[in-house]
């Protein structure tokens, strides 16, 4: 139980465009998804929570305007990068996590976004 | 806020025992986690400690010491699969879930 899936697991794109990540619990209700980036030989540096139904919580130095999260139902959330840019280059990995005393995150396997 | 401390990269021959330690300074605290994460796939739970003392696992166990601000994670029967890296995270104290993770412990296990 408690998998996590993430589509596409890797995407090309073109500098300027928008691309969209899904993350989907399979087999649990996540009341909160963590939206996770990782640089090569980094660590995971979060860059925003999402709870169902409300806004997601971004962390400092994160563009809300140009990571766009949705989180519209207990099974899905969206990360859209909007106008792309190189930089934007890295792996993006989500987590979920239920209410109440669960304590564990379930990741997702990742996607692996290029911007040429 | 939260600071976590790990070492970079460590080495260690295969069959033996290893442990990786991990100290943080936190605003909050709502357990540790250790995970495991190989190269380009994303993290796997190996243990959580929210109360001192030692958490064992089969061949891992996680040690935790809440006044010292400190954690180790402890390898042992070392296999080559275990080459890996080992992110410690410290869960903040809110409800949300939410954790910081340190930079990372590159593990090289040798023949």
């Known amino acids: 139980g408690a998998v996590v899936s993430q589509h596409p697991s890797w995407v090309i794109c073109k500098s300027g465009t928008s691309v969209k990540i899904e993350c989907r619990s399979l087999?649990?209700?996540?009341?909160?998804m963590f939206w996770y980036r990782q640089f090569p030989k980094q660590s995971l540096m979060l860059m925003a929570t999402s709870n169902e139904g409300s806004k997601a919580t971004y962390e400092q130095g994160v563009e809300k305007d140009k990571f766009l999260i949705n989180h519209a139902s207990l099974t899905l959330s969206t990360l859209t990068v909007t106008s792309a840019h190189p930089e934007d280059s890295s792996f993006y990995i989500c987590?979920?996590?239920?209410?109440?005393?669960?304590?564990?995150?379930?990741f997702g396997p990742g996607t692996r976004l290029t911007v040429t | 806020g939260q600071n976590i401390d790990q070492p970079t990269e460590m080495t260690a021959t295969e069959g033996a025992i290893v442990q990786i330690n991990c100290t943080y300074q936190?605003?909050?605290?709502?357990?540790l986690f250790w995970y495991q994460q190989h190269a380009g796939e994303a993290p796997t739970f190996l243990s959580y400690?929210?109360?001192?003392g030692l958490e064992e696992k089969g061949r891992f166990s996680s040690f935790l010491s809440r006044s010292k601000g400190y954690s180790y994670l402890l390898l042992k029967e070392l296999q080559m699969k275990d080459s890996a890296s080992y992110l410690c995270a410290v869960r903040d104290h809110d409800n949300a879930g939410k954790s910081t993770f340190g930079d990372g412990t590159t593990l090289t296990v040798k023949p």
């Open positions: 087999d649990f209700q996540a009341t909160t």
């Open positions: 400690n929210v109360l001192d």
């Open positions: 936190t605003s909050g605290f709502n357990g």
């Open positions: 987590s979920a996590a239920t209410s109440g005393s669960s304590y564990e995150q379930y």
